[in-house]
T-cell receptor, first 115, second 113 residues
Framework: GDSVTQMEGPVTLSEEAFLTINCTYTATGYPSLFWYVQYPGEGLQLLLKATKADDKGSNKGFEATYRKETTSFHLEKGSVQVSDSAVYFCALSGRGRGSARQLTFGSGTQLTVLP | DGGITQSPKYLFRKEGQNVTLSCEQNLNHDAMYWYRQDPGQGLRLIYYSQIVNDFQKGDIAEGYSVSREKKESFPLTVTSAQKNPTAFYLC????????????FGQGTRLTVV
């Protein structure tokens, strides 16, 4: 079945440091890939997505490139801020019974940015 | 504003009780989902539905039940058969087209007392 493996946390960085959170996946066919962010006590918000190989998703200074050859979708940001402190989830879309989409999630990476 | 509303935000259950978590969406999405989140873990799929009056079990459906009588609503009942129900529950919805993301509610934290 589909699976997502994410870099284990927690990750602690100083403000303005460079961020990389690794994500690799296993899936049949051609999944779409997503990064979601979760702030404390809240639901998940879509951060960025990529729907085909070599696509680059970007939002709020975060970027990730869909690498089919390495089955990876690593999240990067050049200069993190304290407000980026959250849990980040890598996910892929798959297929369940019928035509409904399902998301398979990684285990999440807790990021703390210190001032 | 369009979105997904979960209620209540916090819920306490006594041993042996059934409780129902509400999820309503006004995004006109066909598909709806329930996930369970435990500390330090990813999300696990409980149930999903792609159309009114139809739903399928996810990976951890035992001890849970759902209904989909209206397109906008997908309530989750945590029954007394669920042995470890304390968790954060997330509802989501999406279209059934390819390559579209899911939208999430704010979650319900259920605690057994």
């Amino acid at each position: 079945g589909d699976s997502v493996t994410q870099m284990e946390g927690p990750v602690t960085l100083s403000e303005e440091a460079f961020l990389t959170i690794n994500c690799t996946y296993t899936a049949t066919g051609y999944p779409s890939l997503f990064w979601y962010v979760q702030y404390p006590g809240e639901g998940l918000q879509l951060l960025l997505k990529a729907t085909k190989a070599d696509d680059k998703g970007s939002n709020k200074g975060f970027e990730a490139t869909y690498r089919k050859e390495t089955t990876s979708f690593h999240l990067e940001k050049g200069s993190v801020q304290v407000s980026d402190s959250a849990v980040y989830f890598c996910a892929l879309s798959g297929r369940g019974r019928g035509s409904a989409r399902q998301l398979t999630f990684g285990s999440g990476t807790q990021l703390t940015v210190l001032p | 504003d369009g979105g997904i509303t979960q209620s209540p935000k916090y819920l306490f259950r006594k041993e042996g009780q059934n409780v129902t978590l509400s999820c309503e969406q006004n995004l006109n999405h066909d598909a709806m989902y329930w996930y369970r989140q435990d500390p330090g873990q990813g999300l696990r799929l409980i149930y999903y539905s792609q159309i009114v009056n139809d739903f399928q079990k996810g990976d951890i459906a035992e001890g849970y039940s759902v209904s989909r009588e209206k397109k906008e609503s997908f309530p989750l009942t945590v029954t007394s058969a669920q042995k470890n129900p304390t968790a954060f529950y997330l509802c989501a919805s999406s279209t059934v087209r390819e390559n579209t993301e899911a939208f999430f509610g704010q979650g319900t934290r259920l605690t057994v007392v």
